[in-house]
């Protein structure tokens, strides 16, 4: 019998969570492709070693832009792929797949993503939205009768949500995240210390110096690139606190964001937001002081889940079962959107 499975198909990375297993696979979302033949020569961690190290006729892609699909046949190949890898599917039966999306995605898109995970060897196929998943995979109970609010920081997108009786009240989404930051971060080596880095340095500097706040004794690391006006190889050094400046343009537009969403809350939950302050999920959410800054700015307590990077898989894999657990019950009430075969 096929086994079912929660996908996060995220910008960054693609993490499954399977039935009675949970989370089997975490990998980069990149596709390396020969141009020349069309043929998909690695996918997952292997393609990713290959950004920006390829020769002009391979080509390491990112199928998915800002949390949504901007590559349909690479995202089907990447999914057809990674499903492929897990052994999932039964003698006679395909797997149902829950599959997670940002809020503020048009039909399209919705259409496009169910349509890729149909194609790559899903069965039923139901589509959520992110912040909600990623709530329960996080463990707030969303079906009680109060409000909970969470902040799910990705790669591509951060979405913004109050969540009460199992469905979203308010939200917001918008696109920039882990991403933008380190472009940020490229950017703001680039202008101050004439430097040309890439992807896979910019993200490494972020992991190891990012922070949403200033510091007293900044850690620091050396950079290497491509001097702007020589065009030689030079190294500079870099801290925290420089890292805080590139970071604190897109960091702010994302407290607004979180802010706009508060002030749309009815005043019951707003209450209830107070005594249970507002989870931070996502990669993004393990950025040094995020959690302070949310909280220095939206006068509740904030906290980083637990597991933050796994929550929007485990949460899918979670509904999935819920669902089962229901589908008995004739009566119950589903948000769930499903497109069948």
């Not at 390491?60 to 990447?78: C, H, N, W, Y």
């Not at 997670?100 to 898109?109: D, Q, V």
């Not at 190891?208 to 690139?225: C, F, I, Q, S």
């Not at 006006?229 to 805080?244: A, F, H, L, V």
Request: glycine fraction near 10%; aromatic fraction near 4%.
């Amino acid at each position: 019998m096929a086994k079912d499975i929660g996908i996060d198909l995220g910008t960054a990375n693609v993490l499954i969570y399977v039935q009675g297993k949970g989370i089997v696979l975490n990998e980069p979302s990149v596709v390396a492709i020969d141009t020349n033949t069309n043929k998909v020569l690695a996918v997952g961690s292997e393609a990713y070693r290959m950004v920006g190290r390829t020769p002009s006729n391979i080509r390491a892609i990112r199928p998915l832009k800002s949390g949504v699909i901007s590559d349909f046949d690479v995202t089907q190949e990447m999914l057809s792929y990674f499903i492929g890898k897990l052994s999932v599917k039964g003698v006679m039966s395909k797997p149902n797949i829950m599959i997670c999306a940002p809020t503020n995605i048009t039909e399209i898109e919705r259409k496009a993503i169910i349509q890729a995970a149909e194609q790559s060897g899903g069965g039923k196929v139901y589509l959520e939205y992110e912040p909600k998943v990623a709530a329960i995979g996080a463990g707030l109970d969303i079906f009680k009768p109060s409000g909970n609010m969470v902040i799910d920081m990705g790669g591509g997108t951060c979405d913004i949500a109050v969540l009460s009786l199992g469905d979203i009240v308010t939200s917001r989404s918008i696109r920039m995240a882990g991403d933008k930051l380190n472009a940020d971060i490229a950017n703001y080596i680039k202008d101050h210390h004439g430097l040309v880095i890439g992807e896979h340095t910019a993200e490494q500097i972020k992991i190891k110096l990012g922070t949403a706040l200033k510091v007293d004794e900044p850690k620091k690391m050396d950079v290497r690139g491509r001097d702007v006006t020589s065009g030689m190889p030079r190294q500079i050094e870099t801290d925290e606190n420089e890292i805080e400046e590139a970071l604190h343009d897109t960091l702010q537009q994302i407290v607004k964001a979180a802010i706009s969403v508060l002030e749309t809350v009815p005043p019951e939950l707003a209450s209830d937001i107070i005594d249970r302050g507002i989870m931070l999920t996502g990669g993004t959410s393990l950025l040094n002081g995020v959690d302070q800054l949310f909280s220095d700015n939206l006068k509740v307590p904030v906290v980083v889940s637990q597991d933050p990077l796994d929550n929007v898989a485990k949460g899918a894999g979670e509904m999935l079962e819920r669902m089962q657990k229901n589908a008995s019950d004739s009566g119950a009430k589903s948000s769930w959107f499903s497109r069948k075969k």
